[in-house]
C-alpha cells in the first residue's frame, strides 16, 4: 500500500511480553469475553495486562466495535469474519524486515509505548522492555528508521535524558491531560519549544490544525503547524480516515492536499496509506516525505 512507515502500539501482557494492540483492553477488539467471560476487572472491561501470551494466543481477533457490538467502522472488513491473531512486538518487527527485504523499499517503524504511568503502576516498566526490543532488532540511532511516539511527556523527556537513548522521539497531543501531561500549553509557542529540548517531532489530532471560517465553513489554519516548525519539531498529524466524513473538506484527497501544501505537515497518519499517496500525486504537491 505503500505506507513509509508502519505503527506499532505496545501493550504488555501478564507474563512481561509485549503485544501489538491499540488499546489496553481486550473486549472491543476479540472475542476475550466469550472465551474469558469472568477474567474482566470491576470496571467490566478485559485487560491484556491480565492474560499471559499463551492465552492470548487463543483469541480471535476482529476491527474494533462499539460496546454495543456494531462496528465502530462498518465499512471495513466485517468483525464476524476471519481468523486473526494478536502479534508479538518481536513478530512485527520481523514481517517488517522480511517486507524491507522483499519489496527493497526502506519501510520504518512507529511505535507506541501506551500508558507507561499505568504500567508501571501494573509492575511493569513497559519503556524499558520497548527499548530493549528495538535494540535487539537494530533500532537504537537517530538515523535509523524509526520514530518512538508517546502521550507521556515525562516519559518521553525520561527516554532521551535518563535513558539516553538517541532515537527520534514523537510527543503525541490530544485534548485534556494525561498523566500530568498539559496539552493545552504543550500546544502554546512555549510549550511546543520545550517539547523540542527532548522530541524531535508533534503529533497532534489533526482537528487541532485548523477550525472552520465562520463566513464560508473553508478550513483556516490555527497556526499550530508554523508554530511547531518555528520550535524545529516536525509534525505528523492523526488519523486521516477516507470513510469517515470531515467538515470544511469534500473529499477525502482534498483533505490530503489541503494539510500537505497550505499546512505543510510533515507526515500522515492514516488508515488509508494507498489513498494518500494517490492523493498526493493526483494533486501533484510535490510532497516527498
Known amino acids: 500500500m505503500g505506507a513509509d512507515f508502519l505503527e506499532q502500539d505496545i501493550v504488555a501482557t501478564a507474563d512481561d511480553e509485549l503485544v501489538v494492540l491499540h488499546d489496553l483492553h481486550l473486549d472491543r477488539v476479540t472475542d476475550v469475553e466469550t472465551r474469558f467471560p469472568s477474567r474482566n476487572r470491576d470496571d467490566g472491561r478485559h485487560y491484556v495486562r491480565d492474560f499471559t501470551l ?79 526490543e528495538l535494540d535487539r532488532h537494530g533500532y537504537a540511532e537517530r538515523v535509523d528508521p524509526v520514530y518512538l ?12 535524558e535518563d535513558l539516553d537513548s538517541d532515537l527520534k522521539l514523537v510527543q503525541l497531543v490530544e485534548e485534556g491531560s494525561e498523566a500530568g501531561t498539559d496539552f493545552g500549553r504543550m500546544r502554546t509557542g512555549e510549550g511546543l519549544r520545550n517539547t523540542a529540548t527532548y522530541a524531535d517531532g508533534i503529533g497532534p489530532s489533526f482537528d487541532q490544525l485548523y477550525s472552520l471560517a465562520d463566513i464560508d465553513g473553508h478550513p483556516v489554519s490555527t497556526g499550530f503547524v508554523t508554530a511547531a516548525h518555528d520550535a524545529g519539531l516536525v509534525v505528523h498529524p492523526y488519523t486521516f480516515r477516507a470513510d469517515v466524513a470531515v467538515s470544511g473538506f469534500a473529499t477525502f484527497d482534498g483533505m490530503v492536499d489541503w494539510f500537505a501544501t497550505t499546512l505543510k505537515v510533515d507526515g500522515f497518519f492514516t488508515d488509508f496509506p494507498d489513498l494518500v499517496r494517490d492523493a498526493l500525486r493526483e494533486n501533484r504537491t510535490g510532497y516527498n516525505r
Open 54 to 132: 499463551a492465552e492470548l494466543r487463543t483469541l480471535n481477533m476482529h476491527e474494533r466495535r462499539h460496546a454495543d457490538g456494531s462496528a465502530v467502522f462498518a465499512k471495513r472488513f466485517p468483525t464476524s469474519l476471519g481468523r486473526f491473531r494478536i502479534a508479538t512486538f518481536d513478530e512485527e518487527l520481523a514481517m517488517i524486515e522480511g517486507l524491507r527485504r522483499s519489496s527493497g523499499r526502506p519501510v520504518g517503524i512507529y511505535p507506541e509505548i501506551k500508558a507507561p504511568a499505568w504500567h508501571r503502576k501494573e509492575g511493569v516498566d513497559i519503556t524499558m522492555l520497548v527499548l530493549r
Open 149 to 160: 511516539q508517546c502521550f507521556d511527556a515525562e516519559e518521553l523527556r525520561r527516554v532521551r
